[in-house]
């Protein structure tokens, strides 16, 4: 559904952002984008929306050809921007109706959406009296207004309360599910690893590692166990160790309260391939 | 670039929908409104101007020669000028001028054997303090030359001219058509600045969509800005197809303008300074077009005085259509290169 092929974007000839960037996202498939800030994310986005074209590099979205005709592409394509401004002076039913028009969408959606996102009750009032997080479900109806085949969504959960967040990633995942195809951007890992099939980690513009969130933890594991004594201390043993029956022998001895296995977590993987934490 | 009406509509509907909730806006149509009608109010009490009077005929003679010397405060109030009487007509009645008096061979030397002489003048009645005091002087002038009582016999023509009310109302109107000027480059380069022109373009609504539906704002805007100061100043009077033609040529030359400030300039700041240029540009002509010298010639090339002029003339005169057609051709050129400059601004956008 996304195929994306060296893909490089430089700003103004001297900021390098994207680096020679190639993925594949599968039709259905909820793909994240993880990587510190400036690592090339939005970017990329901006890119396979066809805001900008790469400065080189090909990609199709939908089958549409980037660079290529945009009008083809957009009516495609649902986006939730980062940061996303609505016209503060329209209701969020104005300004979904204001869209739903453009893409030609009847206005019985319009009100399907403001439900999902249980906007209902707060529908006819202006946006400027919005909380931020009202905002961003909004902006996030805006996205599914067109009933995309292909849905980007950068860092949809920032500035959501943890149960409007939930709620979101509900709707995702149910959007998903009847086909469409999601790429996410996001610094929440515990997101990532809860939603996405198979996420991409950018550092610098370059992906430094994809696979599914199972498989990146599963390879950066380095088999630990911790095992906590009556004392209150913590002994740490590696699954590898050659002498590794003895020690547990002499530390079940000592009277043991619990034994617990060591996987790392997804933030754990991102560290280190990134080389710093989230910022 | 495909073009969609159907986009533009439903963009310029949208604005217009979300005008009424925008304070700024409303200030900025409801101040040349404003002023117009406080201007209507103050120029309500007659006034006495020592407006210029256009002599024809024996312009030679001793009588000319001495009404030309009379002066009030300072400023002769008898011009002796060869120009044709229908030309003097047409100032008249354009409020140029504040009367035509006509003397014909040999009123001199008549006036000085001491009989009666026949003169034609025609009056400006929209200030009739200043038509007696013209009359009133002239008597006396032609009592000071012959030495008897009733010298002279004044067949007077009164002529309506427009008055300064009238003469200002077309400045009032051609501030609120140039409002779009100012607007249109502010909010798109506010909705590039905040990023809510990048929602509009992943939509199927080209960019070329969004800047024409954009301008058709402008021109709406403009014209109902125009429509609430005729109205509320009751000039809805004189050639009024005409006077629309000129109302609406100079809205579409106001917002393509702004419109290709808009895409042209990117950054919110340098957009509003550019288009304030731009609007004190186009306007300072018709503020200054009647100021002697180098100033009022110049003046009299800018498409607001043109706009003005032109307005002016559909409403309060019957000047023939010849004389609009310099003015539309002005107006209408500025229109198809503004038109152009958005193209080309738009197509570099696109690369
Ligand atoms: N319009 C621009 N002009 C110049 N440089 C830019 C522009 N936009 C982004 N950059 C640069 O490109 C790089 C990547 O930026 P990008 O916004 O894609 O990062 P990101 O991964 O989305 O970061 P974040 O997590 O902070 O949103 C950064 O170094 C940034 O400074
Ligand atoms: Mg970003």
Same mark, same amino acid.
């Given at each position: 559904?996304?195929?994306?092929?060296?893909?490089?974007?430089?700003?103004?000839?001297?900021?390098?952002?994207?680096?020679?960037?190639?993925?594949?996202?599968?039709?259905?498939?909820?793909?994240?984008?993880?990587?510190?800030?400036?690592?090339?994310?939005?970017?990329?986005?901006?890119?396979?929306?066809?805001?900008?074209?790469?400065?080189?590099?090909?990609?199709?979205?939908?089958?549409?050809?980037?660079?290529?005709?945009?009008?083809?592409?957009?009516?495609?394509?649902?986006?939730?921007?980062?940061?996303?401004?609505?016209?503060?002076?329209?209701?969020?039913?104005?300004?979904?109706?204001? @869209?739903?028009?453009?893409?030609?969408?009847?206005?019985?959606?319009?009100?399907?959406?403001?439900?999902?996102?249980?906007?209902?009750?707060?529908?006819?009032?202006?946006?400027?009296?919005?909380?931020?997080?009202?905002?961003?479900?909004?902006? @996030?109806?805006?996205?599914?207004?067109?009933?995309?085949?292909?849905?980007?969504?950068?860092?949809?959960?920032?500035?959501?309360?943890?149960?409007?967040?939930?709620?979101?990633?509900?709707?995702?995942?149910?959007?998903?599910?009847?086909?469409?195809?999601? @790429?996410?951007?996001?610094?929440?890992?515990?997101?990532?690893?809860?939603?996405?099939?198979?996420?991409?980690?950018?550092?610098?513009?370059?992906?430094?590692?994809?696979?599914?969130?199972?498989?990146?933890?599963?390879?950066?594991?380095?088999?630990?166990?911790?095992?906590?004594?009556?004392?209150?201390?913590?002994?740490?043993?590696?699954?590898?160790?050659?002498?590794?029956?003895?020690?547990?022998?002499?530390?079940?001895?000592?009277?043991?309260?619990?034994?617990?296995?060591?996987?790392?977590?997804?933030?754990?993987? @991102?560290?280190?391939?990134?080389?710093?934490?989230?910022? | 670039?495909?073009?969609?009406?159907?986009?533009?509509?439903?963009?310029?509907?949208?604005?217009?929908?979300?005008?009424?909730?925008?304070?700024?806006?409303?200030?900025?149509?409801?101040?040349?409104?404003?002023?117009?009608?406080?201007?209507?109010?103050?120029?309500?009490?007659?006034?006495i101007?020592s407006a210029d009077v256009v002599i024809l005929g024996e312009n030679q003679g001793q009588f000319a020669q001495a009404l030309e010397e009379i002066e009030i405060?300072?400023v002769s109030l008898f011009k002796v000028v060869?120009?044709?009487e229908?030309?003097a007509?047409?100032?008249l009645?354009?409020?140029?001028i504040s009367a035509v008096i006509k003397i014909p061979e040999g009123t001199s030397a008549a006036l000085l054997a001491g009989e009666q002489v026949q003169i034609d003048i025609a009056t400006d009645e929209?200030?009739p303090n200043t038509s007696v005091i013209i009359q009133s002087t002239l008597r006396e002038m032609a009592r000071n030359f012959s030495g008897i009582v009733e010298p002279m016999q004044l067949n007077v023509k009164p002529v309506?001219?427009?008055?300064?009310?009238?003469?200002?109302?077309?400045?009032?109107?051609?501030?609120?058509?140039?409002?779009?000027?100012?607007? /249109?480059?502010?909010?798109?380069?506010?909705?590039?600045?905040?990023?809510?022109?990048?929602?509009? /373009?992943?939509?199927?609504?080209?960019?070329?969509?969004?800047?024409?539906?954009?301008?058709? %704002?402008?021109?709406? /805007?403009?014209?109902?800005?125009?429509?609430?100061?005729?109205?509320?100043?009751?000039?809805?009077?004189?050639?009024?197809?005409?006077?629309?033609?000129?109302?609406?040529?100079?809205?579409?030359?106001?917002?393509?303008?702004?419109?290709?400030?808009?895409?042209?300039?990117?950054?919110?700041?340098?957009?509003?300074?550019?288009?304030?240029?731009? %609007?004190?540009?186009?306007?300072?002509?018709?503020?200054?077009?009647?100021?002697?010298?180098?100033?009022?010639?110049?003046?009299?090339?800018?498409?607001? %005085?043109?706009?003005?002029?032109?307005?002016?003339?559909?409403?309060?005169?019957?000047?023939?259509?010849?004389?609009?057609?310099?003015?539309?051709? %002005?107006?209408?050129?500025?229109?198809?290169?503004?038109?152009?400059?958005?193209?080309?601004?738009?197509?570099?956008?696109?690369?």
């Open positions: 559904m996304i195929q994306v092929q060296d893909l490089t974007k430089t700003y103004n000839g001297k900021v390098q952002a994207v680096k020679g960037v190639s993925f594949e996202v599968a039709p259905g498939e909820i793909f994240g984008f993880l990587g510190p800030n400036g690592a090339g994310k939005t970017t990329t986005v901006r890119i396979l929306s066809g805001l900008m074209d790469p400065t080189s590099g090909t990609a199709t979205v939908a089958g549409a050809p980037i660079p290529g005709d945009r009008q083809q592409l957009h009516r495609l394509i649902g986006v939730l921007f980062e940061n996303s401004y609505l016209y503060e002076t329209m209701t969020g039913k104005e300004l979904l109706q204001f @869209f739903g028009d453009l893409y030609r969408q009847p206005r019985k959606l319009v009100d399907e959406l403001l439900e999902l996102v249980e906007m209902t009750p707060k529908a006819n009032e202006l946006i400027k009296k919005y909380s931020k997080g009202m905002k961003q479900r909004i902006a @996030f109806a805006r996205a599914l207004l067109p009933q995309p085949r292909v849905l980007f969504l950068d860092e949809p959960t920032s500035g959501l309360d943890p149960a409007s967040a939930v709620r979101l990633r509900e709707v995702v995942r149910e959007t998903a599910a009847q086909g469409t195809t999601v @790429f996410l951007t996001t610094h929440n890992m515990d997101e990532a690893d809860d939603l996405c099939n198979r996420v991409a980690i950018i550092n610098e513009g370059v992906i430094v590692a994809m696979d599914s969130p199972t498989a990146l933890k599963e390879s950066f594991s380095d088999r630990t166990i911790a095992i906590m004594m009556q004392d209150g201390t913590n002994n740490i043993l590696t699954l590898n160790d050659p002498d590794l029956n003895q020690k547990m022998a002499a530390l079940i001895g000592q009277g043991v309260v619990k034994i617990n296995t060591v996987e790392p977590s997804l933030e754990d993987v @991102f560290i280190r391939m990134t080389g710093r934490g989230l910022q | 670039m495909r073009l969609s009406w159907r986009n533009v509509w439903i963009i310029l509907w949208s604005d217009i929908k979300q005008s009424f909730r925008s304070k700024g806006l409303i200030f900025f149509l409801a101040l040349p409104v404003a002023l117009s009608l406080i201007m209507n109010l103050v120029n309500r009490q007659p006034s101007s405060k300072g060869e120009m044709s229908s030309e007509m047409q100032q009645e354009r409020g140029k929209s200030s309506r001219s427009i008055n300064t009310s009238q003469a200002m109302l077309p400045t009032w109107v051609v501030m609120a058509i140039m409002s779009s000027l100012t607007l /249109l480059p502010a909010t798109i380069a506010s909705e590039r600045q905040l990023k809510t022109l990048d929602a509009l /373009l992943i939509t199927p609504a080209s960019f070329l969509d969004i800047v024409i539906g954009k301008a058709a %704002y402008g021109v709406a /805007l403009s014209s109902f800005g125009s429509l609430v100061i005729m109205i509320v100043n009751g000039s809805m009077v004189g050639n009024l197809a005409l006077a629309w033609l000129y109302i609406l040529m100079g809205a579409l030359m106001a917002s393509f303008l702004g419109a290709f400030i808009g895409v042209a300039v990117k950054d919110l700041q340098a957009a509003s300074a550019v288009s304030t240029v731009a %609007y004190i540009f186009l306007l300072w002509g018709m503020w200054f077009a009647e100021l002697p010298g180098v100033i009022g010639t110049i003046s009299k090339y800018t498409p607001g %005085y043109f706009i003005a002029d032109g307005v002016r003339n559909a409403l309060y005169t019957t000047a023939p259509f010849s004389e609009y057609i310099i003015g539309l051709l %002005y107006i209408g050129a500025i229109i198809a290169v503004s038109l152009l400059l958005s193209i080309i601004a738009l197509k570099r956008q696109e690369a």
